[in-house]
């Protein structure tokens, strides 16, 4: 069972016991007041440690780098004597791992960990030199501890609210729809379902670009649609959300096609609308992108 005020002061606690961890924050949809509340919120959780007691907190000898740990910090290992996490049940360590590239800055450090009692902690060791570029990668956080008294960062909701229009911005969006339209034809004429559905993908992507501008034109640009638009159906009307649902039906290249085609058909109904509305210059895109697509298939 899990309850966040008594995992929260568990964290904190371990941190007021370890004299290396000087700040400790709360990051991620459990700060974002727009985010929607469930019992599956992960808790995303920074430990500012400085930079020369690192190593030493990490368990790591003075030759090693950081991409060398392999466990995790023995504070951490304690939660499993609490009944709100229990055991460890896996262990990820973006930053250890070789196949797949880090996101976190140098010298940043994370372990993802699921518990038994369904409980999923990300932690990020983070040198507290680093505080500053630290206010910029989590624009929206909450401090749990603060020893010294050093995090001076105003939160702002900005990050967290519909991307700001602007006709450049508009433009972006349309030219990277035809763009990746294009794109889609080739892989249609290869017969290649895979990259197919891949392509059909990211032209959904944009789209929900530009039907993120038509939303906030109607209902404000502080809205949050969500991580990976997750809320957007909720703003869209019923033939909109129909069309898009329907998209997702795609095990042949007949109706990766059929999808791509009424995904356009929307796309262009929703940028003339933001077009007009913002009283932007709609470019030929649709058009010229439509020619260049029938010269491939005469090719």
Same mark, same amino acid.
């Given at each position: 069972?899990?309850?966040?005020?008594?995992?929260?002061?568990?964290?904190?606690?371990?941190?007021?016991?370890?004299?290396?961890?000087?700040?400790?924050?709360?990051?991620?949809?459990?700060?974002?007041?727009?985010?929607?509340?469930?019992?599956?919120?992960?808790?995303?959780?920074?430990?500012?440690?400085?930079?020369?007691?690192?190593?030493?907190?990490?368990?790591?000898?003075?030759?090693?780098?950081?991409?060398?740990?392999?466990?995790?910090?023995?504070?951490?290992?304690?939660?499993?004597?609490?009944?709100?996490?229990?055991?460890?049940?896996?262990?990820?360590?973006?930053?250890?791992?070789?196949?797949?590239?880090?996101?976190?800055?140098?010298?940043?450090?994370?372990?993802?960990?699921?518990?038994?009692?369904?409980?999923?902690?990300?932690?990020?060791?983070?040198?507290?030199?680093?505080?500053?570029?630290?206010?910029?990668?989590?624009?929206?956080?909450?401090?749990?501890?603060?020893?010294?008294?050093?995090?001076?960062?105003?939160?702002?909701?900005?990050?967290?609210?519909?991307?700001?229009?602007?006709?450049?911005?508009?433009?972006?969006?349309?030219?990277?729809?035809?763009?990746?339209?294009?794109?889609?034809?080739?892989?249609?004429?290869?017969?290649?379902?895979?990259?197919?559905?891949?392509?059909?993908?990211?032209?959904?992507?944009?789209?929900?670009?530009?039907?993120?501008?038509?939303?906030?034109?109607?209902?404000?640009?502080?809205?949050?649609?969500? !991580?990976?638009?997750?809320?957007? &159906? *909720?703003? +869209?009307?019923? =033939?909109? $959300? %129909?069309?898009?649902? @329907?998209?997702?039906?795609?095990?042949?290249?007949?109706?990766? !096609?059929?999808?791509?085609?009424? &995904? *356009?058909? +929307?796309?262009? =109904?929703? $940028? %003339?609308?933001?077009? @007009?509305?913002?009283?932007?210059?709609?470019?030929?895109?649709? !058009?010229?992108?439509?020619?260049?697509?029938?010269? +491939?298939?005469?090719?």
């Amino acid at each position: 069972m899990q309850n966040q005020d008594e995992i929260l002061k568990i964290l904190k606690n371990l941190a007021l016991c370890d004299e290396n961890i000087r700040l400790v924050t709360l990051e991620g949809s459990r700060v974002n007041k727009k985010a929607k509340k469930d019992k599956y919120q992960d808790y995303d959780i920074s430990f500012f440690v400085p930079l020369d007691k690192m190593k030493d907190f990490l368990g790591l000898n003075e030759k090693q780098n950081f991409h060398e740990c392999k466990n995790l910090p023995k504070c951490i290992l304690k939660l499993e004597n609490s009944s709100y996490f229990k055991k460890i049940l896996m262990l990820q360590m973006p930053e250890c791992m070789e196949f797949y590239p880090p996101d976190l800055p140098q010298n940043w450090i994370s372990f993802l960990v699921l518990f038994e009692s369904g409980v999923r902690l990300d932690l990020a060791i983070i040198p507290l030199e680093d505080l500053k570029n630290y206010y910029e990668f989590e624009p929206l956080s909450k401090v749990l501890l603060d020893k010294n008294g050093l995090f001076t960062h105003e939160i702002s909701n900005s990050a967290f609210s519909i991307a700001k229009l602007s006709s450049q911005s508009f433009d972006d969006v349309c030219n990277e729809f035809y763009f990746l339209y294009s794109c889609l034809e080739k892989a249609l004429l290869r017969k290649q379902f895979i990259m197919s559905n891949h392509l059909l993908n990211s032209l959904r992507k944009a789209l929900f670009d530009l039907l993120s501008f038509k939303i906030g034109l109607n209902f404000g640009f502080e809205i949050w649609l969500g !991580k990976e638009y997750t809320n957007i &159906l *909720e703003f +869209l009307e019923e =033939k909109e $959300a %129909k069309i898009i649902l @329907k998209s997702f039906n795609t095990t042949t290249l007949k109706q990766i !096609k059929k999808a791509r085609k009424k &995904l *356009e058909i +929307l796309f262009h =109904k929703i $940028a %003339k609308f933001v077009a @007009k509305k913002s009283d932007f210059k709609l470019f030929p895109y649709r !058009k010229n992108v439509k020619k260049y697509c029938k010269i +491939l298939r005469r090719l």
